[in-house]
């Protein structure tokens, strides 16, 4: 778990996190890392996952169609590092 205290304010934009806190953080929403895609993440919720992407302009999200559902219904947003790391938790991780 980050100690809140080493991450800047969660009015910061992400492009003034390390790296590691970045990591840490995607961690403690409950994601997941890939151990041979390093910049590619999984988040599973009861009603949805997505896979995360660190890209090198933005924090890419794809959100993946319920089990059942028409594979069209992927849903894929992308948030610039100079969104704020508080607005980027909220779009991300309310879902789809």
Request: charged share 25%; proline share 9%; glycine share 4%.
């Amino acid at each position: 778990m980050i100690n809140p205290l080493s991450l800047p304010v969660p009015e910061t934009p992400l492009y003034n996190h390390r790296l590691p806190d970045i990591e840490q953080w995607l961690q403690d929403q409950g994601c997941a890392q890939d151990p041979e895609e390093l910049h590619h993440w999984q988040i599973r919720r009861p009603s949805w996952c997505a896979d995360l992407w660190l890209d090198i302009e933005a924090l890419t999200v794809v959100y993946q169609p319920s089990q059942g559902a028409d594979e069209s219904a992927s849903v894929k947003r992308a948030f610039k590092y100079s969104l704020s790391r508080q607005d980027v938790e909220d779009a991300i991780f309310s879902g789809p």
